[in-house]
């Protein structure tokens, strides 16, 4: 018997136990019509040439392992960054449970979203009466200040109408008349979760500014000094929104934060559940209108919200994911353009001690080869960073990037003598990766908790930042934009350079490479 | 301290009778009525817990329900190791049900292996407007080219494939004729379909009696019985649930032929019509096939509970009353020779739980099967309730698992479920992953009774320690003599004794 009460053995030792691999053994060899390990083998290796890479990338109408999630997911995360909004997500329930779990999973912490649950009933006569009863519920029960609306794909092929939906609901009592209620269509198959930010974002700020869905005056713009910024679908956005209003009162800048989700995705344990924290109010979401420009960190995020925000008179400006030192400086520069303020020494002083971070480490990233996966913006933010440190970001792939993005990744390579070989993939899954890492083998991959699976397969070492962050803890509070996020991106790779060394030169009998000084 | 210590059964049900009607203001009149059938205190005697199940979730509130898609795909079919599960329709359901169960198998994943794969045919518009039989068409043949060792595949509908109306069955029936008669298997578990994941769990189980059963041929039966076979039925081997459930039947004489369906394989679904007792741990999510198999092959199935040693040995003994001395022998040897592990773990254990209050809310078998684990601990659960049970889970627990007084609330949700725990202080909450943080914030101590929140198995005799262990580092934490900050206010008598 291998179990003992004093040393509790869980499932990380317990069946590497001679008696539970004995009984696998038979298992197998008895009872799973198991193929020949032989054969497995052979298939294996062929999976790793250049035949298999070549049918791999000729797939039409499968997707393996894609580096994407749908758009109500985008949406719930958007919906949160405003103070007491709860998500409403119109359709069926299971996939509210889902994003509820998908977010816990990567903040550890509540993540507080409602259904309409619409069932059979529902698709064939519309989802009205969920709706009305929904909100009611949800009004009562929740006492949000804002519920915003979004729908799964099951809403949107049965093609209900949210605004007519709402606003029958309210002429039903569900909710004041003047209560505000936001809403955007979200269809899963339509982009993915950063098309579903954008959409959710813009349908809000849609509903302040131009006259809440048709019940009171649009408003009327009267510019002020302050800027507004979005941040974007990012896992990052407790450390990063945060470092972000740093800089902002570093400058001595007005600002708004939109969608700040920051306090919501980070609130203490103290004997108290607080449903809603923190958030943009809903009276600086209508207020943002005044705003002086918006600023967002990250352009595919916020194409449609940008448009919409460019059509009401404000200068606008996406960033790609601003990581590391130049990404940081433009950010900074535009910041001072457009407030007349200046970059005070403060930051130049931040900005030095990267710069010096750099130079005193730069000599074990030079020539590294990486490749990187995840948001199109993400993707982009850290192969300008790799590139600054003299890395080569050889493979960049983005399963939700577009010809535009692919475009604009190519021209970053073709700017920087260590980008001469690298590509980047729009569209691809981390099935594809897989074969780009067997047949053009890089030093370390960049992404989200799924690349384990890669590293395991290829044994290419996973540097883990993206979204979803399931397998290691607590990331999400450290920024990666700005001075000080360029620096723990920094020490996040070099600690897995130094890793690797280790890890290869621990070897017994030899003493050689296995410094202690580096 | 907990309320069940200090008070009598008479105050503890006037007390919880008072908290559901508490609850029940919150909501609009018609809600209210709805709510109102689904909470009730036990009465001790009764054939079941007096309340409502398997009914619509009410629309706006915080079910922790899933769907069919969820029952069928992340529960019964998706552990099945050397089957292509695809998510049929958008990117989101594979993606958010990727790898979140810990199913364990053994296998080389990716070649003839594919449980923590994501396949899915990523629906764009064009798919919704001219459908997606074309697809998956194209898919198969993708699937077969660049993973010849698939042993089978099955296509999990998601929302939009009702709604649109393809013919996966059509799909299906032509792919598997042209690959030589593959098991090619479509299933219609679209999100929208039922109440809650319970119906994929039966939609799942009535896709295996169609496309699997039903096609069985004599040269699929390769298999030789024997007197002792039996098939392990609802175990999905989280955190090796399963391999530690096994490890006890084959100790005491049995041959395990399959596992449904962690780290199940085809071989061992199509080996299944030949046990000679089918024993089931989830009842609610594969009772179906257990039935079909005794009507169709006449095969026994009985229920069992692995979970702490008092149901392990009642349970072991239960089994081995279908089968010969040999194998009652067998189950008393075991039950013996895991003895001393057992006091061990209860001497270690007890004394740090002793008297602690748990509320329980998840689902399957778990409302009901940890309760004994828990006493075996000297622990009482105070309240629970299923995500998705039916009226035959509320008679299984109310005579045989819970006690006079307990509370029972059957879809509990968000607001509900805070409420009661706010009230009833209890030592420890087992839920899911959505509702942990909320009560680890409110300063509860949590376990995730899903997915053994990352540990596990919990399962046999080899489990009991974990879970005791576990149970002990979550009350026992000393962060929880943290959550107040010293100057302002003084720790609770209950945090104060976890010491």
New interface residues.
């Given amino acids: 018997m291998a179990q003992n009460a004093e040393h509790v053995l869980d499932h990380v030792e317990l069946f590497r136990g001679p008696e539970y691999q004995q009984m696998l053994t038979n298992k197998k060899k008895m009872f799973e019509n198991a193929r020949d390990p032989a054969e497995v083998e052979r298939i294996r290796e062929w999976s790793k040439t250049p035949e298999y890479r070549e049918k791999n990338f000729a797939r039409e109408a499968l997707t393996i392992n894609p580096a994407k999630a749908c758009q109500p997911l985008g949406a719930v995360f958007a919906s949160v960054g405003f103070e007491g909004t709860l998500p409403f997500v119109h359709g069926s329930q299971g996939c509210v449970a889902y994003y509820r779990s998908h977010l816990s999973r990567h903040f550890k912490e509540p993540s507080s979203c409602v259904s309409s649950s619409m069932t059979e009933d529902a698709a064939v006569f519309g989802g009205l009466n969920n709706m009305t009863d929904g909100l009611a519920n949800s009004y009562n029960m929740y006492k949000p200040k804002m519920i915003a609306v979004s729908t799964t794909c099951m809403a949107e092929v049965i093609g209900d109408d949210l605004n007519a939906f709402i606003k029958t609901s309210k002429e039903k009592g569900s909710v004041p008349q003047d209560f505000d209620v936001p809403f955007a269509h979200t269809p899963a198959f339509v982009g993915s979760h950063i098309t579903g930010y954008d959409n959710a974002l813009k349908g809000i700020l849609e509903h302040f500014w131009d006259g809440k869905a048709g019940t009171v005056p649009k408003l009327e713009r009267a510019p002020n000094e302050k800027i507004n910024f979005i941040g974007g679908f990012d896992g990052y956005t407790v450390g990063n929104t945060r470092e972000i209003k740093r800089i902002f009162d570093l400058m001595d800048v007005q600002y708004t934060i939109l969608a700040d989700n920051s306090d919501v995705f980070d609130t203490p344990t103290d004997g108290e559940f607080r449903m809603y924290d923190g958030g943009t109010t809903l009276e600086d979401a209508a207020n943002a209108v005044h705003a002086k420009a918006t600023i967002s960190a990250q352009q595919w995020c916020t194409e449609k919200t940008l448009a919409f925000i460019a059509g009401h008179g404000q200068e606008v400006l996406a960033f790609n994911h601003p990581v590391g030192v130049s990404a940081t400086d433009e950010l900074l520069m535009a910041l001072s353009r457009i407030t007349g303020k200046e970059i005070p020494e403060a930051l130049a002083r931040e900005r030095g001690r990267l710069v010096d971070a750099i130079a005193d480490s730069s000599a074990h990233i030079h020539g590294k080869k990486f490749a990187i996966y995840g948001d199109p913006d993400l993707c982009y933010g850290l192969a300008a960073f790799l590139l600054e440190l003299g890395a080569e970001p050889v493979h960049v792939l983005s399963s939700n990037g577009n010809k535009a993005w692919h475009d604009k990744m190519q021209a970053l390579f073709a700017s920087s003598p260590f980008g001469q070989n690298c590509h980047a993939y729009p569209g691809r899954d981390l099935w594809h990766m897989r074969s780009l890492l067997f047949t053009e083998p890089v030093d370390f991959l960049i992404g989200n908790t799924h690349g384990k699976y890669l590293e395991r397969d290829t044994g290419t070492p996973l540097i883990r930042i993206g979204f979803p962050i399931f397998d290691r803890h607590h990331h999400h509070r450290s920024p990666l934009w700005g001075y000080q996020g360029g620096m723990n991106v920094l020490v996040k790779i070099l600690d897995k350079i130094f890793d690797e060394i280790d890890r290869k030169t621990s070897v017994a009998g030899t003493d050689y490479s296995f410094d202690i000084i580096r | 301290m907990s309320f069940a210590r200090t008070e009598s059964t008479e105050e503890i049900k006037a007390r919880n009778k008072d908290l559901i009607q508490e609850v029940l203001t919150?909501?609009?009149e018609?809600?209210a009525k709805r709510r109102a059938k689904h909470l009730n205190v036990h009465e001790a005697g009764k054939a079941d817990c007096g309340v409502k199940s398997n009914l619509?979730?009410?629309?706006?509130?915080?079910?922790?329900?899933?769907?069919?898609?969820?029952g069928s795909k992340g529960v019964v079919w998706g552990p099945i190791k050397?089957m292509i599960h695809i998510s049929h329709?958008?990117?989101?359901?594979g993606?958010?049900?990727?790898g979140?169960r810990r199913n364990?198998y053994?296998?080389?994943?990716?070649?003839?292996t594919f449980v923590?794969?994501?396949?899915?045919?990523?629906?764009?518009?064009k798919?919704?407007v001219f459908g997606g039989d074309k697809?998956?068409v194209?898919?198969i043949d993708?699937?077969q080219?660049?993973f010849?060792?698939n042993?089978g595949i099955t296509i999990q509908s998601?929302?939009?494939i009702?709604?649109?109306g393809d013919d996966i069955e059509a799909v299906s029936k032509a792919k598997s004729k042209e690959y030589g008669g593959k098991t090619i298997v479509p299933v219609r578990c679209e999100?929208?379909?039922?109440?809650s994941?319970s119906l994929g769990h039966h939609i799942a189980n009535d896709a295996v009696r169609d496309w699997v059963f039903d096609r069985l041929t004599p040269e699929k039966s390769?298999f030789e019985s024997t007197p002792y076979d039996v098939a392990i039925i609802g175990d999905y081997n989280i955190?090796?649930d399963a391999?530690?459930s096994?490890?006890l039947l084959?100790e005491m004489g049995l041959r395990?032929?399959?596992?449904w369906s962690g780290?199940g394989?085809?071989?061992?679904l199509e080996?299944t019509p030949k046990a000679k007792l089918n024993i089931l741990h989830c009842y609610r999510s594969m009772n179906y096939i257990s039935r079909h198999m005794e009507e169709k092959f006449g095969i026994p199935w009985c229920e069992y509970n692995f979970f702490g040693p008092s149901k392990i040995a009642e349970s072991l003994r239960k089994i081995a009353g279908y089968f010969d001395d040999s194998i009652k022998e067998g189950a008393e040897r075991v039950i013996a020779?895991?003895q001393p592990?057992v006091d061990?773990?209860v001497?270690?254990y007890r004394p740090r739980l002793e008297g602690k209050t748990v509320m329980l809310f998840v689902g399957g078998l778990r409302p009901r099967h940890v309760i004994g684990a828990y006493e075996d601990l000297g622990m009482e659960v105070v309240g629970t309730g299923y995500e998705f049970g039916h009226n035959d889970d509320y008679q299984r627990t109310a005579q045989h698992y819970v006690k006079d007084g307990t509370l029972i609330y059957d879809d509990v949700?968000?607001?509900e479920f805070?409420r009661f725990v706010e009230k009833m202080q209890p030592d420890l909450v087992g839920s899911?992953?959505?509702e942990?943080?909320?009560?680890?914030?409110?300063?509860v101590p949590f376990r995730q009774m899903h997915s053994w929140d990352y540990?596990?198995?919990y399962h046999g005799?080899?489990g009991f320690?974990?879970f005791?262990?576990d149970m002990d580092m979550a009350i026992n934490s000393p962060?929880w003599r943290k959550?107040?900050?010293p100057w302002k206010a003084a720790l609770e008598p209950r945090l104060m004794a976890a010491e």
């Fill in positions: 919150v909501y609009p018609k809600t619509k979730s009410i629309p706006g509130v915080m079910t922790i329900r899933g769907c069919a898609y969820a050397d329709g958008p990117v989101g359901c993606q958010y049900s990727w979140s364990y053994a296998g080389t994943t990716g070649i003839d923590t794969l994501q396949f899915t045919s990523d629906f764009q518009e798919d919704i697809k998956l194209k898919l993708e699937l080219e660049l010849p060792l042993n998601e929302c939009p009702g709604l649109i999100g929208f379909r039922g109440v994941q390769r955190g090796g391999w530690s096994r490890i084959e395990v032929i399959a596992q780290d394989s085809l071989a061992e080996a020779k895991y592990l061990a773990v001497a270690k949700n968000g607001y805070e899911g992953i959505k942990k943080y909320v009560f680890q914030k409110m300063g540990s596990g198995p005799y080899d320690p974990i005791a262990r962060v959550t107040k900050a």
